[in-house]
C-alpha cells in the first residue's frame, strides 16, 4: 500500500491561520511589538510561475497588517519549506520582488524550515562587486529541528504545542514529548475546534506505537492527581472519537458488503444484515486495539457497548 502523503502546506497554513499572533508571540516578539495585530487579515494565494525554471511556486500565507503607529502597510510572507532547496534565498527574493511589484508595500519575510534532520540553511542573499554591494535581501527564519523542544513546554502557547511534534527530539524522547503536548492542551482550555486542529497537526508527525501509548498512560497515571485525571481524559476523549470512526467505517464497509449481498438476497435484508455486521466487526476491532493498550474490561464495555464476556474472550 503507498504511503499516504502528507499535506505539509495545508496543515501548517491551517496552523498559522488560526494561531497567528501565537505564532509572532512565541518566534518574533520584536516583530509582535510594532505590528497592530487587530488589522490582520489573509491575502488570496499567490501563485508565481519561474519561466527560467519551468516551475510553478505557490505562496503559502500571505498576512496584510498595519504597523502601529504609521499609515503603512506590512505583508508577511510565510513559507512552510520541508525538503532542501539550495536556491531557496532566491527563490525567496523572487517572492519578494513580485509581491512587491504587484502591492508597493513593505515586506517581512519569513521561512519556516520543518525538515526531519539538522541542517544550516542561509536566511540571505547577496549579490556584490569588489566594488558595490548591489543587494543585500534578508529574510526571518525558523528551523524547527534545531529548536530545544524542552524550552517550550511551559509556554503554554497553542503554536508551541502543536510545534513540538517537529522540535529536536530523540525517538526516545517520543513519549515524553506527547505527554508535555496533552499537559499543554489541558492547561489551554481552547474550543473543540481549535483543540482538535492541533490535536490533528501533532499527531501527524508524532505518531506513537501501542506500547508507547501504554507506556504514555503508566507515566500519565503517576502524575499530580489533578492534572493526572485531566490529561486522561482528553486521551480518552480523542481514543473515543477513533473508536467512532472505526465503527463508522465498519458501518460503511457492512452497508456496502450488503448491497453487493442484498442483489442476490434482497436488498434490504443485506443491507441490514451488512450494517450489523459492521458495526459488530468494528466494535471487536477497536475492542482488540484498547486491550492491546491496556484498557480495563469496564472501560471497553463503557466506550464501545460490547458486553463484558465478549471483551473476555476476546482477551484470550
Known amino acids: 500500500m503507498a504511503k499516504k502523503r502528507i499535506d505539509h502546506d495545508r496543515l501548517f497554513k491551517e496552523l498559522l491561520s488560526t494561531f497567528f499572533e501565537d505564532f509572532l508571540l512565541l518566534f518574533f516578539p520584536d516583530v509582535y511589538e510594532h505590528i497592530d495585530i487587530h488589522h490582520l487579515s489573509f491575502l488570496s494565494e499567490e501563485l508565481f510561475t519561474d519561466v527560467t525554471a519551468g516551475e510553478k511556486h505557490r505562496v503559502d500565507l500571505l498576512v496584510e497588517t498595519k504597523v502601529r503607529g504609521e499609515d503603512g502597510l506590512v505583508i508577511v510572507h510565510v513559507e512552510h519549506q520541508s525538503y532542501k532547496q539550495r536556491t531557496f534565498p532566491e527563490r525567496m527574493f523572487l517572492y519578494f ?3 512587491f511589484q504587484k502591492h508597493r508595500r513593505r515586506i517581512l519575510p519569513i521561512a519556516i524550515f520543518s525538515y526531519d534532520e539538522r541542517r544550516d540553511e542561509p536566511s540571505s542573499l547577496m549579490i556584490q562587486f569588489p566594488f558595490l554591494m548591489v ?3 534578508r529574510f526571518l527564519t525558523v528551523e524547527l529541528r534545531k529548536l ?21 527530539y530523540n525517538e526516545s524522547e517520543k513519549v515524553e514529548v506527547k505527554k508535555e503536548f496533552l ?3 489541558v492547561r489551554l482550555e481552547l474550543d473543540e475546534a481549535k483543540q482538535r486542529l492541533l490535536f490533528g497537526f501533532f499527531e501527524t508527525y508524532l505518531r506513537l506505537s501501542e506500547a508507547e501509548e501504554i507506556q504514555l498512560r503508566n507515566e500519565v497515571s503517576q502524575m499530580e492527581t489533578k492534572e493526572a485525571k485531566q490529561v486522561m481524559e482528553l486521551i480518552i476523549s480523542y481514543e473515543q472519537r477513533g473508536i467512532e470512526k472505526g465503527i463508522q467505517q465498519g ?14 438476497q434482497g436488498m434490504k ?8 455486521k459492521g458495526i459488530e466487526e468494528g466494535k471487536i476491532d477497536i475492542a482488540k486495539k484498547m486491550l492491546a493498550k491496556g484498557y480495563d474490561v469496564d472501560t471497553i464495555h463503557e466506550l464501545t457497548g460490547l458486553p463484558a464476556e465478549k471483551i473476555e474472550q476476546l482477551k484470550k
Open 97 to 99: 520582488s513580485r509581491l
Open 135 to 137: 543587494l543585500d535581501f
Open 148 to 168: 530545544p523542544w524542552r524550552e517550550y513546554i511551559r509556554r503554554d502557547n497553542p503554536v508551541a504545542a502543536a510545534l513540538l511534534s517537529k522540535m529536536g
Open 183 to 185: 499537559r499543554i492542551l
Open 251 to 264: 458501518v460503511k464497509q457492512g452497508i456496502e458488503q450488503g448491497l453487493k449481498q442484498g442483489i442476490k
Open 269 to 276: 435484508q443485506g443491507i441490514e444484515q451488512g450494517r450489523q
